[in-house]
Each structure stands twice: as C-alpha cells, then as structure tokens.
C-alpha cells in the first residue's frame, strides 16, 4: 500500500523560505511513473495546485507561484520536496503531497501538514 508522509517546520517567518518534504512508501516515485504534486488549501479556501515532478525529474508549476516554487527530489531515499521562498502569511495553508498517473487524478495523498507562516 502507497502512503505519503510530510514533514518539514510548522512555523516559518515571513520572507523566509518554507520546505517540505514528502516521503513515499510502498511504491516508488520513478519506476512505478508517478507525478508528485504539491498541493495547499489556505484557510476557509481551496485546494490550489502548486507543482509537479514527473516521474522523468520534468517540472511543471504553477504559474502565480512559479517564481517563488522549486520542486525536487532524492530518489534514493523515495522523497520529493517542496521549496516556496519570500513567504507571506497569504502562504499560511495546509500542505499536501499527491501521486498521480494522470494529471490531477491523484491517487494517494499525504495526511497534510500545516505550515503557518508568522513573525
């Protein structure tokens, strides 16, 4: 069975840098061709898709966060991680990992971890 699992501070402060990582179990992030998304849902919003690193290391991201977002990967630990810098309290979201074949039908998330962003 696949599971997620992110990880990284709770709290960062403005203009910092947040990072995550999301580590993956029971199927792997290349071999088995998963996209690995980054998704956040901020406060009383929704979700908003951040970025993706396909199973061949390509990146795609979004575009209103794309000068700030940097997606990678370690592939011999089965981790992919997220880089968001010159956070604002706007950036204060839930954060989720997601793996997908097709894009934006994912099939295994991580549970979530809030990051709250706050001097």
Request: hydrophobic share 25%; proline share 5%.
């Amino acid at each position: 069975q696949v599971q997620l699992q992110e990880s990284g501070p709770g709290l960062v402060k403005p203009s910092q840098t947040l990072s995550l990582t999301c580590t993956v179990s029971g199927g792997s992030i290349t071999t088995d061709y998963y996209a690995s998304s980054w998704i956040r849902q901020p406060p009383g919003k929704g979700l908003e898709w951040m970025g993706v690193i396909e199973y061949d290391g390509s990146t795609v991201y979004s575009p209103s966060l794309k000068s700030r977002t940097s997606i990678s990967r370690d592939t011999s630990k089965n981790q992919f991680s997220l880089q968001l810098s010159s956070v604002t309290p706007e950036d204060t979201a839930v954060y989720y990992c997601a793996l997908s074949h097709t894009a934006m039908t994912y099939e295994y998330w991580g549970q979530g971890t809030q990051v709250t962003v706050s001097s």
